[in-house]
T-cell receptor
């Protein structure tokens, strides 16, 4: 099992460009999450999904969109990149939403917006 | 306010010395707390959770509601313990609040 995979590993964008960060998990988890981590800060939840077709906003959703058409995939879309979106993005998945359900993280995508 | 504070950005200890990574939280409900670890070139992974009252790789953490703390401890540090450690608070079904992390360096 690959677990949670993310592509790309690194990306540099110009202001106003758009891109999609890909996230795939092969553990048949219903719950998936997108976090961002700014330098020297903790992880902050951007969006989450509790199953195919169901998504909801987290703590910092502005400037992002998500979709969940399959159990495996949870892409994150940046429509108009801004320097404030320079961050490391982590995707995670879990089998449930409770405290006993461990979150499994992807390796992260480092995004720079210039 | 819901908050997790890890006061130390970097903690250096010698091999064999005791380790304590501090975590304090602010939460009005019944807290559920976790420690995550990220070793060099590896992804973030769960180390332990307070509800399990487990010891993983020699690490333990006790929830102290009076002091609102969940410090991570190990009696004898090993070089392979060098990593970034994050304390996290579950503040809702899907909401986890992470601290800013502490880098532990275990010196030979």
């Amino acid at each position: 099992n690959a677990g949670v995979t993310q592509t790309p590993k690194f990306r540099i964008l110009k202001i106003g460009q758009s891109m999609t960060l890909q996230c795939t998990q092969d553990m048949n988890h219903n719950y998936m999450y997108w976090y961002r981590q700014d330098p020297g800060m903790g992880l902050k939840l951007i969006y989450y999904s509790v199953g195919a077709g169901i998504t909801d906003k987290g703590e910092v959703p502005n400037g992002y969109n998500v979709s969940r058409s399959t159990t495996e995939d949870f892409p994150l879309r940046l429509e108009l990149a801004a320097p404030s979106q320079t961050s490391v993005y982590f995707c995670a998945s879990s089998s449930g939403g409770g405290a006993r359900n461990e979150q499994f993280f992807g390796p992260g995508t480092r995004l720079t917006v210039l | 306010a819901q908050r997790v504070t890890q006061p130390e950005k970097l903690l250096s200890v010698f091999k064999g010395a005791p380790v304590e990574l501090k975590c304090n939280y602010s939460y009005s409900g019944s807290p559920e707390l976790f420690w995550y670890v990220q070793y060099s070139r590896q992804r973030l992974q769960l180390l332990l959770r307070h509800i399990s009252r487990e010891s993983i790789k020699g690490f333990t953490a006790d929830l102290n509601k009076g002091e609102t703390s969940f410090h991570l401890k190990k009696p004898f540090a090993q070089e392979e313990d060098s990593a970034m450690y994050y304390c996290a608070l579950r503040a809702g079904t899907y909401k986890y609040i992470f601290g800013t992390g502490t880098r532990l360096k275990v010196l030979a």
